[in-house]
């Protein structure tokens, strides 16, 4: 990629996950909660959630294998990469639009191809707004706005 613009990382990891997150969060308070008061069915309830993070351990790793850590913007394309592992790549000859796109309340931004084929850019990426920027400058691409 020598004619790189412009790297743009991923500030998540996987551990940022909330099906990760949420059920840690919940067996350390279940637990603490559960010490101080002593009682073996509040502890019985943090073990409970303990297997119920360990379980999703997979299945958000499997998830993240397919995030982007990194975005890279060269004059010919945009690239994702997951720890130094191609992705996808489109080429901005192929661009026809950038939109935001919602999902319960979740907001991404997507780089579509003329044939239906899309690069997802995650809320998580450093500075997504020039990114957002070099994509329509060197696409030519108009806003869309999306579902």
Known sequence: MSSTISVFPNTASWYHN?????PLTATGVVALYGSIRRSFEILGFAAFLAVVTLAMVP????????TATAVVVTREAVVSLHNGR?????EWVRV?????????????????AEDGE???LDGELAD???????????SGAREEHGA
């Open 86 to 90: 191609v992705l996808k790549s489109l």
């Open 18 to 22: 909330a099906s990760f997150l949420l």
């Open 59 to 66: 299945v958000v790793l499997a998830g993240w294998r397919q």
């Open 128 to 138: 997504l707004p020039r990114l957002i920027g070099l994509a329509r400058e060197l």
């Open 96 to 112: 026809r639009n950038v939109r935001r796109r919602e999902t319960q309340g979740n907001v991404r931004w997507e780089i579509g």
């Open 118 to 120: 899309a690069l997802l």
